[in-house]
Nanobody, 127 residues
Framework: QVQLVESGGGLVQAGGSLRLSCAAS????????MGWFRQAPGKEREFVTA???????????YYADSVKGRFTISRDNAKNTVYLQMSSLKPEDTAVYYC?????????????????WGQGTQVTVSS
């Protein structure tokens, strides 16, 4: 079992930045696919980004078009933690952000591919 705990959410003005953290416990997640999803009020949970292990110390990243160039996913295997650096934030980025993990998947952008989820952290971007 993998437990995930997100932190770092908050209120920020448009154009600002935030860094979310996702601390994993229970298993070492260095070879796991790690993803971030978000859910705005009244909307479906949507893919934001994924960090996919491709062997050795190599990872492949995927981003939703809406965040490409503004958000960056990274991980620190020594800390068993994944990060989401968010810059140039927009009001439409307001949502609860969820960290997710899975051993392996061919569909890292698909919500149902993930076995483990955090409780979420609220990000609110004011205009």
């Amino acid at each position: 079992q993998v437990q995930l705990v997100e932190s770092g959410g908050g209120l920020v003005q448009a154009g600002g930045s935030l860094r979310l953290s996702c601390a994993a416990s229970g298993r070492t997640v260095s070879s796991y696919t790690m993803g971030w999803f978000r859910q705005a009020p009244g909307k479906e949970r949507e893919f934001v980004t994924a960090h996919v292990w491709s062997g050795g110390s190599t990872y492949v990243t995927y981003y939703a078009d809406s965040v490409k160039g503004r958000f960056t996913i990274s991980r620190d295997n020594a800390k068993n933690t994944v990060y989401l650096q968010m810059s140039s934030l927009k009001p439409e980025d307001t949502a609860v952000y969820y960290c997710a993990a899975t051993r392996g998947t061919s569909y890292p952008k698909v919500r149902s591919s993930y076995s483990y989820w955090g409780q979420g952290t609220q990000v609110t971007v004011s205009s």
